[in-house]
């Protein structure tokens, strides 16, 4: 199963098919297939801090498998709570304001799957790369080819890109592609995207395409940046 639909309905438990407000009741770990992939990317023994960590699932894996110094923020009471019955260092408060940190007090800082959600993405971008020296962010790519052509068949908005959701209920408010996302980074001073992998999708050709149009072909993206400011 894709492993964006995993997490997206988990946590509404309302019956309404609706992830606007996110509730973690009964769900305090998931597994998602870019887990794997931040864990590549994060050096062992480092300071993190995963803004909207959720139930605290990634944290967990960076304490356990690299012996990471770990915090976390989240906007669900829910995850705030299950995080907290782990024993997670979590705060609660919205992650596209001015963060709670000093400068580069973290190794790295996460948005896993969350920078589509906020209001101010380029505030968060911004304080990922005031607390942290490395930013590690991983979105759905809205320029996906499916997306594309669902869009153009169909003249309504793309369902792919919703993971089961209408445009009206879901919580991914700032639909944006690659090309996006690197016009973003540009736009803040010295930072630099050092790495672009991708969700492999298990379909041949469009994994091995990825390499050549990742615009086009990567369905869900996961970067690594610096900051040298």
Same mark, same amino acid.
Request: aromatic share 10%; hydrophobic share 40%; glycine share 6%.
């Given at each position: 199963?894709?492993? @964006?639909?995993?997490q997206?309905?988990?946590p509404d438990? &309302?019956?309404?098919?609706?992830?606007?407000?996110?509730?973690?009741?009964?769900?305090?770990?998931?597994?998602?297939?870019?887990?794997? @992939?931040?864990?590549?990317?994060?050096?062992?023994?480092?300071?993190? %801090?995963?803004?909207?960590?959720?139930?605290?699932?990634?944290?967990?894996?960076?304490?356990?498998?690299?012996?990471?110094?770990? &915090?976390?923020?989240?906007?669900?009471?829910t995850?705030?709570?299950?995080?907290?019955?782990?024993?997670?260092?979590?705060?609660?408060?919205?992650?596209?304001?001015?963060?709670?940190?000093?400068?580069?007090?973290?190794?790295?800082?996460?948005?896993?799957?969350?920078?589509?959600?906020?209001?101010?993405?380029?505030?968060?971008l911004?304080?990922?790369a005031?607390?942290s020296?490395?930013?590690?962010?991983?979105?759905?790519?809205f320029?996906?080819w499916?997306?594309?052509?669902d869009?153009?068949?169909?003249?309504r908005?793309?369902?792919?890109?919703?993971?089961?959701?209408?445009?009206?209920?879901t919580g991914? @408010?700032?639909?944006?592609?690659?090309?996006?996302?690197?016009?973003?980074?540009?736009?803040?001073? %010295?930072?630099?995207m050092?790495?672009?992998e991708?969700?492999?999708?298990?379909?041949?050709?469009?994994?091995?395409? &990825?390499g050549?149009?990742?615009?086009?072909?990567?369905k869900?993206?996961?970067?690594?940046?610096? &900051?040298?400011?």
């Amino acid at each position: 199963m894709d492993s @964006i639909i995993q997490q997206s309905q988990h946590p509404d438990r &309302s019956g309404n098919n609706d992830n606007r407000q996110y509730d973690y009741t009964g769900f305090p770990i998931d597994h998602r297939a870019e887990y794997d @992939i931040v864990l590549n990317m994060v050096e062992a023994n480092a300071k993190v %801090l995963d803004l909207g960590c959720g139930n605290g699932s990634l944290l967990q894996l960076l304490q356990q498998k690299k012996q990471c110094k770990v &915090s976390g923020m989240e906007l669900s009471p829910t995850g705030v709570a299950i995080c907290r019955q782990k024993g997670l260092d979590v705060i609660a408060g919205s992650i596209d304001q001015v963060l709670p940190y000093a400068d580069k007090q973290f190794d790295y800082s996460i948005c896993n799957v969350t920078l589509q959600m906020v209001y101010y993405p380029e505030v968060t971008l911004k304080e990922m790369a005031r607390v942290s020296r490395y930013q590690i962010i991983s979105f759905p790519n809205f320029a996906y080819w499916r997306n594309r052509l669902d869009l153009l068949l169909s003249g309504r908005m793309p369902q792919p890109g919703l993971f089961g959701y209408q445009w009206y209920n879901t919580g991914h @408010i700032h639909q944006f592609s690659i090309s996006d996302f690197n016009y973003l980074v540009a736009q803040v001073p %010295l930072m630099k995207m050092l790495q672009l992998e991708k969700v492999a999708v298990g379909k041949f050709p469009i994994d091995e395409l &990825s390499g050549i149009a990742p615009n086009l072909f990567i369905k869900i993206a996961v970067c690594k940046l610096e &900051s040298q400011a």
